[in-house]
C-alpha cells in the first residue's frame, strides 16, 4: 500500500505537524536518497502498510539531505538525537515513539499511533 507522503522543506512545517499531531496521530520520516538502509527502511515500511491505518495518521517525509536545516530543527525541536532514516511518531504535541535505521518498524508505528 502506498504511503501519501507530505513533504517537509520548512522549519515553519513542524509547528504544523505538531498541531496535526493535537487532532491525530502524525509519522513523520526522514529520508536519504543516497542511503541504501535508508531506502530498506522505506521499503521495508510501505510494503506493510495498511490502507485502514494510512487514514488515522498524517505522514510527512523529510529529505534529509536536501533539506538538512529543516531535518536538523526537528530533532531540536523534538529533542530526539538526528539520525537517518528515522521514523517520529506524534501525538498530542509529543513524541510517543521514535526509531531508526532497520529498527524502524509498521508494527511499532502503529501501536504508538494507536496508544
Known amino acids: 500500500m502506498n504511503i501519501t507522503w507530505i513533504p517537509l522543506r520548512q522549519a515553519s512545517q513542524i509547528a504544523e505537524a505538531v ?17 541504501n538502509i535508508s531506502a530498506s527502511a522505506l521499503n521495508r515500511l510501505e510494503r506493510r502498510w495498511e490502507a485502514d491505518f494510512g487514514h488515522k495518521i498524517q505522514c510527512y517525509m523529510v529529505d534529509v539531505v536536501a533539506d538538512r536545516p529543516t531535518s536538523l530543527q ?23 515513539y521514535h526509531e ?3 529498527g524502524i518498524t509498521y508494527e511499532a508505528i502503529r501501536e504508538a499511533a494507536e496508544q
Do not use: D, N, T, W
Not at 526537528?74 to 510517543?96: D, F, N
Open 74 to 96: 526537528l530533532a531540536e525541536e523534538l529533542g530526539v538525537y538526528h539520525e537517518s532514516p528515522q521514523a517520529i511518531v506524534l501525538a498530542q504535541g509529543k513524541v510517543q
Open 19 to 35: 498541531a496535526v499531531s493535537q487532532q491525530q496521530p502524525v509519522l513523520i520520516f526522514k529520508h536519504s536518497h543516497r542511503c
Open 100 to 102: 531508526s535505521h532497520l
